[in-house]
């Protein structure tokens, strides 16, 4: 059972990652207000504001100043905000400042994080047991 939970975010994973991204978001932009988008966004640029959408990736070079509410969050880039999400993946350089709720959580060596971090993850609940990961 704990296999299947572990395959079931692999493959949800790769199919966020085999989607094409429907708005980018420029390095030399900087938007202050609140997104909502569709589909999958990357942002390259500064956002001072709140964004809420399906698929976010935030580059390197990306700066967001709010909260987010996402679906999955692949970061990359620097955060001052709190994040909502099923699937969030925090990248070797990125850095994370705020209140962490997330489904399912990878972090790469290097990731900063501070701030307070709650993964529910459904699997310990159908196993009861760790599965060694």
Do not use: P, W
Not at 8 to 27: A, L, P, R
Not at 72 to 87: A, H, P, Q, R
């Amino acid at each position: 059972m704990g296999m299947f939970a572990k395959n079931e975010t692999d493959q949800e994973m790769k199919k966020v990652e085999s989607e094409v991204i429907s708005s980018i978001i420029d390095k030399s932009m900087t938007i202050t207000g609140g997104i909502t988008f569709k589909g999958k966004a990357r942002i390259d640029g500064v956002i001072n504001g709140n964004i809420e959408g399906e698929h976010l990736v935030l580059s390197e070079n990306g700066r967001i100043c709010g909260d987010i509410i996402v679906s999955s969050f692949n970061c990359y880039g620097t955060i001052e905000g709190n994040i909502k999400t099923s699937m969030l993946t925090a990248r070797k350089n990125c850095s994370i400042n705020g209140k962490l709720e997330a489904g399912s959580l990878t972090v790469e060596s290097g990731a900063a994080i501070q701030g307070e971090i709650k993964v529910a993850i459904a699997d310990l609940k159908t196993t009861g047991h760790d599965s060694g990961q």
